[in-house]
């Protein structure tokens, strides 16, 4: 299966502006089967069948329902095959799914009505796997992304990120395939994992696109599928809020020709002021209810960035009070929120006083892009074009991203 491991999903595989359905294919083989490492692979096997099949023959009007169909087939004859002779004729009463003997509906095809991927979320972050296996078989299995992407987001080997995924479906194996009773404790873990896969489509760490919308729109969907076992969850509520005020901002993060153009130099016109309304409402609703969270602020300062017409309209003093309550509750060592409140606090005190608050994430974040981007800017409008272009060049030189790579390099040349 090395061949298909990492097969792409042509568009034609994926739903009409929906996620792809390689993770509800791959949940709904775990639910009737087990075998999570056989599943998976008999996904992979479906995908490379119709890869090679529709764009011949068409697409099916059920196209989850016909993977689902080929992919049950080639698990069951792999897992058949690995019988003994004498256990065959037992495994294939147990292999069947339950309604195999009974005709569907008229106009229903085999597919279950469920969607399975919830589940499938919570069978990656099941609390007997460590915090980076979660989200590396989340973003494998859930997310869609090939194991040389995964790596490459974690900044490890390949083969060492193969293993990583391996080892995780070995913990997991057995598992049975439901939403665990615990769901509940499980609840951060998901959250956090959520939120990078989010990020992940938002800002490509690697690679020559600087978005994945589909990751980002996954994301989105699974929140809102959390959101419905948990509606009165603050933190559930304004991580969904985030996702919608962030992604809002989606058509303008690049011009013409796909390369970056900065929050403040974007066309407002631009943002989705659907996603924004329904964001702020979730703001709202959520704030005043229970303890205030990490996700909840970071949707409140994402709410003052997007109810702004302008960006010299933005209220800078209101968001810097909000980073200073977010840097006191957020755990030790997530610093990302103390390079936001510097950028917030140049923007109230001058950029001299936000380059001494970086001064002191350096030990943190130092070699990070993200810093010396963020530095790069602060020198910048300190006027310090030497030391601003010098920045700009370290930051273009970490990154991964080959449009955020040419946006730096095009700020550092420009101070040249």
């Known amino acids: 299966m090395a061949a298909t491991e990492d097969l ?12 792809p359905h390689a993770p509800q294919v791959l949940g709904a083989l775990v639910r009737r089967y087990g075998h999570f490492d056989a599943a998976e692979d008999a996904v992979q096997e479906a995908l490379l069948a119709a890869a090679r099949q529709w764009p011949e023959s068409g697409v099916p009007d059920n196209p989850r329902g016909w993977l689902i169909r080929v992919a049950s087939r080639r698990l069951v004859d792999t897992l058949r095959s690995d019988d003994a002779r004498r256990r065959r004729e037992e495994a294939d009463a147990a292999l069947t799914p339950r309604d195999a003997f009974t005709a569907p ?3 229903e095809s085999r597919a279950p009505s469920e969607d399975d991927t919830l589940t499938l979320l919570y069978l990656c972050c099941h609390p007997d796997l460590t915090p980076a296996a979660q989200v590396a078989l989340t973003l494998r299995a859930v997310g869609g992304l090939t194991t040389a992407e995964i790596a490459r987001a974690h900044l490890v080997p390949e083969p060492t990120m193969a293993q990583r995924i391996s080892r995780a479906k070995q913990r997991v194996r057995g598992v049975r395939f439901r939403l665990p009773e615990d769901w509940r404790e499980r609840l951060p873990a998901v959250l956090q994992i959520l ?17 994945r919308a589909d990751l980002a729109r996954e994301a989105i969907r699974l929140t809102r599928a959390v959101r419905a076992l948990l509606p009165d969850d603050s933190e559930v509520t304004g991580l969904l809020a985030l996702m919608l005020l962030t992604d809002a901002r989606r058509a303008a993060r690049t011009d013409a020709a796909g390369e970056l153009v900065r929050l403040d130099e974007q066309d407002r016109t631009l943002w989705d002021r659907a996603e924004i309304d329904e964001g702020v409402a979730l703001v709202s609703l959520a704030l005043p209810h229970g303890p205030v969270g990490p996700y909840q602020l970071q949707a409140a300062i994402a709410a003052l960035h997007d109810e702004a017409a302008r960006a010299e309209d933005t209220d800078w003093p209101q968001i810097l009070a909000l980073y200073d309550l977010l840097v006191r509750i957020v755990p030790e060592g997530e610093v990302m929120a103390a390079l936001g409140r510097a950028v917030a606090v140049a923007m109230v005190h001058g950029p001299e006083a936000g380059l001494t608050e970086t001064d002191e994430l350096a030990d943190a974040l130092g070699g990070h892009h993200r810093l010396a981007a963020v530095r790069g800017h602060l020198l910048e409008l300190a006027g310090d074009r030497d030391a601003a272009r010098a920045a700009y060049q370290e930051a273009a030189s970490g990154t991964l991203s080959r449009p955020e790579q040419r946006y730096l390099q095009v700020r550092a040349a420009r101070l040249g």
């Not at 792409?8 to 996620?19: E, I, M, N, V, Y």
């Not at 896969?197 to 978005?211: C, D, K, R, V, W």
């Open 105 to 107: 509906p008229p106009g």
């Open 8 to 19: 792409q999903l042509p568009h034609s595989l994926k739903g009409a502006g929906g996620p």
């Open 195 to 211: 939120y990078l896969i989010f990020n992940e489509g938002y800002t490509a760490t690697s690679g020559p696109q600087l978005q």
